[in-house]
């Protein structure tokens, strides 16, 4: 049945894949791109596997169609973000205009469907039009998920398993906005795409063109960070530009069931998000404490900073957005490392908490940071008062314990997985303490930039080979949340 399962998923893929060819070919005939070729041979290859799969694994169920088990759907999930990076990257191994080895082209694929953000690429507009078109792609499959999209355009009744939906989706739970999983697919789809037009109509009125309001539309909901230009959005050197692309990460960083609720008039439910409440009140006390540093800080002029009013609330709000979204998006003043420590430690506390539960945001997540303050908050009581019995609440509902030892342990495995992997980047790889934590954070929260040499102005082209595997290995631990992943290291898991 897995076999099956990852056939389908892999024809998926293909659909996508034939798409970027077309556009690829178009720009061919208008300007004589060549990356044609490279997507025409991937997307056969992908098309052909996924077939021959599909294929196979029928044959081998007959008619019977077993149930899979919680750990065989944890297995799939996990599996299909690495198999469909294993595949997604062969353009940029076929494209002869790309020196890339596995690792680089890996990283990139896997930076793309993980909506990091971060890149090897040093010239973004050297890139034909359908490796650009590829990259932004690979981030708005990445966004909403790559099973949560099968799930509700694909008919066959091997995906309809509600395990392998909670698993992709980041957070603890969902609640279901329709009976079925594949209804709660959909509608989560469709608010998917009516954010995705909006945004690229929002971009396109403005200085873009339609290429590149599709890229970055596409890449701005999927909170990913990829561009059609080096300079990332700073390139349109526009104060609209940032003020649609701020806004469209916020939106995309809330928890998709509000939207849901208030396309049913039930906006009531919507003040009822505890989550929700928190991150936008969070966002605005961080928004006005950058506004603050920028007002009150001394700068040695070697980095771009804002300077009237406005550009200091754009700029703040911006940095705010791209961050704590896990966008990871430039501005015209953008180098936060520049700026001096006084930004970037709040930035890295931003890279750590992300966005709200079921977005397409990075990050611990906000619902986790408040069960983790409202935790510490009960045991501050129960020391006072060691007899009473005092339970969590969250959004109205008592959180079991069963939740809470999940967040807890989610933590200290975080904390662990920091912890060794700072230990292997600067006891084997020459990385300096500054810049191997910053990377990991930024990895392990889909964020894009760094801290020190990877800091915003760079990017990850000099990282060594297993400096790129170690990354693409967090980055989807983070857009898949660990236990999903570290499942797959478990003998079990390969029995199921």
């Given amino acids: ?43 056969a290859i992908t098309f052909t596997s996924g077939f021959l799969l599909t294929c196979y694994g029928h044959t081998k ?9 919680r750990g065989g759907s944890f297995t799939i999930v996990g599996m299909t973000w690495v198999v469909f990076s294993a595949f997604g990257m062969l353009p940029f ?35 034909p039009h359908g490796i650009l078109l590829w990259r932004s792609m690979m981030q708005w499959m990445g966004g909403l998920g790559i099973v949560v999209i099968s799930f509700a355009v694909l008919p066959s009744r091997d995906l309809k398993n509600s395990t392998m939906f909670i698993a992709e989706m980041s957070g603890l739970s969902i609640n279901r906005l329709q009976p079925k999983i594949g209804a709660t697919s959909r509608r989560l789809l469709l608010i998917y795409l009516i954010l995705t037009i909006a945004c690229i109509f929002m971009f396109w009125i403005g200085p873009m ?31 609209y530009v940032e003020y649609v692309c701020a806004t469209f990460m916020i939106i995309s960083s809330l ?69 704590i979204s896990s966008s990871g998006f ?29 977005s397409t945001s990075g990050g611990m997540k906000m619902m986790r940071v408040l069960i983790y303050l409202k935790y510490a908050i009960r045991e ?7 007899h009473a019995v005092i339970s969590i609440k969250f959004n109205g509902k008592v959180i079991s314990e069963q939740h809470i030892r999940r967040v807890i342990s989610y933590l200290i495995i975080y904390v662990f997985i920091l912890i060794i992997s700072c230990a292997l980047l600067t006891m084997f790889m020459d990385f300096d303490l500054t810049t191997a934590f910053g990377a990991v954070v930024s990895s392990f ?25 170690l990354f693409s290995f967090l980055m989807l631990i983070g857009r898949l949340e660990i236990f999903t992943v570290l499942f797959l290291f478990m003998p079990k898991a390969w029995r199921l």
Wanted: one cysteine or more; glycine letters at 10%; proline letters at 3%.
């Fill in 209 to 239: 063109n339609l290429f590149d309001s599709l890229c970055f539309a596409l890449s701005t909901i999927a909170t990913g960070g990829f561009g059609t230009h080096t300079a990332s959005i700073g390139f349109f050197h526009s104060a």
């Fill in 330 to 358: 430039q501005a015209e003043s953008y180098d936060y490392v520049g700026w001096g420590t006084a930004f970037w430690m709040p930035t890295v506390v931003m890279m750590i908490l992300g966005g709200c539960t079921v």
């Fill in 61 to 69: 169920m007959g008619r019977s169609r077993p149930e899979l088990s």
């Fill in 1 to 43: 049945m897995k076999k099956s399962i990852f056939g389908i998923l892999l024809m998926l893929e293909s659909i996508f894949l034939a798409f970027t060819t077309l556009v690829a070919l178009y720009y061919h005939y208008r300007w004589g791109e060549t990356d044609w070729k490279a997507f025409a041979l991937t997307t």
């Fill in 445 to 469: 929260g889909n964020t894009g930039p760094a801290l020190g040499d990877l800091g915003p102005a760079n990017n990850f082209t000099a990282v060594p080979a297993a400096g790129k595997w």
């Fill in 93 to 127: 191994l076929f494209y002869e205009g790309l020196d890339v080895d596995v690792a680089s082209a890996y990283f990139e694929t896997m930076s793309g469907f993980s909506t990091m953000g971060a890149t090897i690429i040093p010239d973004i507009e050297a890139m």
């Fill in 380 to 386: 501050f009581k129960v020391h006072l008062h060691p």
């Fill in 255 to 323: 928890n998709f069931g509000i939207f849901y609720y208030l396309s049913i008039l039930k906006g009531r439910e919507c003040l009822k998000n505890e989550e929700v409440k928190a991150f936008l009140f969070t966002v605005m006390g961080l928004v006005a404490i950058f506004c603050l540093l920028f007002r009150f800080s001394t700068f040695d002029g070697s980095v771009a900073i804002p300077h009237t009013g406005e550009d200091i609330f754009r700029t703040s709000l911006f940095h705010v957005a791209t961050i």
